[in-house]
Every structure is written in C-alpha cells, then in structure tokens.
C-alpha cells in the first residue's frame, strides 16, 4: 500500500472536528433558521445546530444526528448531557431551565416517519432513514463502517445471523463495552435495519469493496517491527508492549489497529492552565482554538478562558504519532503493524 495513500486514509478516518464553543456570541455565528416556531426549536438552532445540523439529521462523521435522541437516552440523561456536556460536547450549564424544557420537548419530536405515509413502502426503504438517524455516526451512512463502528455488511455476526435474532439482540441490548446504545425499536423497525444492512452488502461488488481484511494487512516482519518499535520509531518513550498495550491485538483488528497505530483517535490531551491571580488548573483538554481554550477537570466541571488572559501547556499523546508521518517508510508500517498484532 502507498505510504501517503495509507496515512491519508488512516487520518481521515481518524480526524475529529473542533466543537461548537457555548461562549460564542450569537453576533461571531450565523443563527440557524428554526425547524418551527417553538421557544424549543429557537433555543436549538441558537446552540445546537451549527454542530447537528439545521434539521437535527447530523452533520456527519463529527456530529450525531439528533432525530430519535429519546430513543436512545432517558429524560433524565437528555438534559444531564445538555447541561454537563460529554466528550466533544460542551455544557451548556447557564441556559434557563424554562428554555431546557423547551429544547427537551423539541428535541422530543421526530420530523420524518419511517416508511412514508401510512407505513407505505418497501420495508428495507424505511430501514435506510431510520439507519441514518440512529446508526450511520458510528458505522456510515451505507452502513461499510465510520468513525468508530466497524463495517456491518461484512459483519461476521450478520453472516451467520439467518434469522435475525443476534442482530435484533444487539440492536435492543445493545454493546455497553462498546459504547454501543440499546435502541427501543419495534420488531418492524429492527427487520427493516437488517434488510437495509444486508441489502448494502449485496450491493457491493467484488474489486470495489471498501472494507480492508485483516489479512490485507499481515504482510510485515514482526521481528522487524519489534526492533522499529524499541528503537528508531521510539514508541517505547510512551507505551509498552507488557503495559498500555497488552492486549491492543484482542481490542482492535485490522484496520482499526491500524488507525489506532497510526493516529490514536481516543488519546486525550491534557493541558495546564495558570490563571491571572496565579492559581493553577489542570485537566483534559476539552476544546482548543486560536482565542479559545477549555479544560474538564477531574469533576467533570468544564472551564474556559481566552488565551489572551492566562497561560497554558498543552501535553498531546498524538503529537509523537503525527511526527512519525514523514519519516515513516511503508516497510516500517507494514513490519510495525505485524508486531502489533502479535500483542494479544
């Protein structure tokens, strides 16, 4: 495989958008014009459609689709999440618990009926929104794997699964290891996911698949990759093969060890702030532009300030990977890769 061809794919897959920052006035962004005329749609299209879209359908691989949200959280983990943000999302903390409401009752109601009117309609038609609304963030939209779900039509579950039952078990349990969300989906609406997974897969042909086989990538000398590893990749600076990553063979596969290896997609940055008066926080970085920075301390408390007014270090874990990019030979991504996956 071409070096700048691989790396270009990897970090692609791997790149993660900036988020949408709560303190930005509505003056430095353009407001978004409401789905209606609701206190609800108002707030939503104030603070949350520059990042999920002006009709809540996502802007994907960055940002979920918002259709159906209650399908997957509670009530209760709904408005925890809008006021303690998560991850990528920040908190939205200062908003007025009238207008929470508001935006929990809009976020509560769903634009477009699977199926069409009157449940009119090939079943494996109405399976395609509701895959775009609820699955395509993780596993794309023609469900051949995204930004953290693996590839589904060529799934070896689906394979084997001739009844369906495995799949609907996921589907309405579904994957807490891995961050999978149960759905609450009727027998109907899980059918119509399957065939549209399956009918995805028939429509692949063969010489233009999308997805890579582990076994594409097995072609290094794992000898070659240990002596990489220890010596001029300098890996052994930040992980260890009887440490961090025992085991990295038994979590991913193929391509997603590949991307891990490459440009860790989940490695969190740190940064350490020392504010005006002389205090110090530290924390993980949760946000980060050229006027803006932000941490979430151990709390789970987010803060900000502008960068103008304190002074901040930045610890980066992906920093080391992304320095290897141009010395990299594609031997020594295909003899490293081989020594990784022998970390079991």
Partial sequence: MNRFRALTLVVVFGFIPAIAHPGWSQTSRTEHAPADNSAGAHSYAKNCAICHGDQREGILPGFPPLLDVNRKF??????????????RMPNFAKLPQ?????LMRFLSTSDIAVGGANGAGNISDAGRPLFQRNCAFCHGRDAAGGETGPDLTRSKLLISDTNGSKFSEVVRNGRPEKKMPAFNFSNEEVHSLLLFVRNQGKSSRPGGRR???????????VEAGKRYFSGPGGC???HSATGDLAGV??????????????????AKSTV???LPDGRSLAGELAYRDEFTIGLRGADGVYHSWPVSRIRYTVDSPVDGHVELF??????DIHNLMAYMQTLH
Avoid at 249 to 266: D, H, I, S, T, V
Avoid at 326 to 331: A, C, E, L, P, T
């Fill in 211 to 221: 997805g890579v086989d582990v076994s594409d990538l097995q072609t290094g000398n």
């Fill in 98 to 102: 009238e207008e929470v409401a508001e």
């Fill in 74 to 87: 509670t009530h209760e983990q709904i408005e925890s999440l809008i006021r303690t943000g998560k991850g």
């Fill in 249 to 266: 063979a038994n979590r991913f596969q193929g391509l997603q060890l590949e991307q891990q290896m490459l440009y860790p997609n989940n």
């Fill in 272 to 274: 350490a702030v020392t």
């Fill in 236 to 238: 052994v600076k930040c």
């Fill in 326 to 331: 141009g010395k990299y030979s594609d031997d």
